[in-house]
Every structure is written in C-alpha cells, then in structure tokens.
C-alpha cells in the first residue's frame, strides 16, 4: 500500500511559478509510474504529466508541453511538477497518483490505471 501526500499548492498571481511535490510512503517507490492530475470543478479529472519508475519516460498532456515539468527522485521518495508561467484556466486541485509497473520504462495517462491517489493541493491562480 503506498500513501502520497500532495504539497505546494496555493494562491498565486498569472505569470508565476508553482512546484508541486508528493511524496511517497509504503512501497519501493522505484517499482511505481507516478503521474500527476488535475481537477476544475465541474470538470473530469485530467492527466497533466506521467513519468515511468526510471525517469526516462515522460509524457505531457499538449496544452502543458514547455510550461510543465514532471520529475522524480527515487532516492527521496518524491515525485515533483514544476509549473510555469501559471494561467486562470491551472486553477484545479492537483493530484498524484502511483501504479506498479513492471517494465521501468512506460507511463500511464488515464486515471482509471492507477492504484493509489493523494488528497490532491488546490492551486488557484488569479488574474
């Protein structure tokens, strides 16, 4: 059973940076895809970024290519994503999520592929 704690959300200005952490607890977080989500309301939860368990593969959802960045530290159990140039339309809540993955090499996109969920930051950016 893994437990991930969300961190670093807030209330921020359009034009600056965010860096979100989770960190992981419970498991050999190495074994783990982690991805990370977010939530407006009134709307479907949303990949934003993956990252396989080796770091070497990542995906990023199109509209967050050059503004978003996923990263991991399997040595900290922590799995981060820097986000800049922060827009209206970020303000969600961001979750992590983290799967079993054998392979070392694939990320998951889809929420309904992964096994365990944080509690979600708020991140609100105004105008």
């Known amino acids: 059973q893994v437990q991930l704690v969300e961190s670093g959300g807030g209330l921020v200005q359009a034009g600056v940076s965010l860096r979100l952490s989770c960190a992981a607890s419970?498991?050999?977080?190495?074994?783990?895809?982690m991805g990370w989500f977010r939530q407006a309301p009134g709307k479907e939860r949303e990949s934003v970024a993956a990252?396989?368990?080796?770091?070497?593969?990542?995906y990023y959802v199109d509209s967050e290519k050059g503004r978003f960045t996923i990263s991991r530290d399997n040595a900290k159990n922590m799995v981060y994503l820097q986000m800049n140039s922060l827009k209206p339309e970020d303000t969600a809540v961001y979750y992590c999520?983290?799967?079993?993955?054998?392979?070392?090499?694939?990320?998951?996109?889809?929420?309904?592929?992964?096994?365990?969920w944080g509690q979600g930051t708020q991140v609100t950016v105004s105008s």
């Open positions: 419970g498991g050999i977080f190495s074994s783990y895809a």
């Open positions: 990252i396989s368990w080796s770091g070497g593969n990542i």
């Open positions: 999520a983290a799967r079993r993955d054998y392979t070392g090499t694939r990320y998951y996109r889809g929420p309904y592929e992964y096994d365990y």
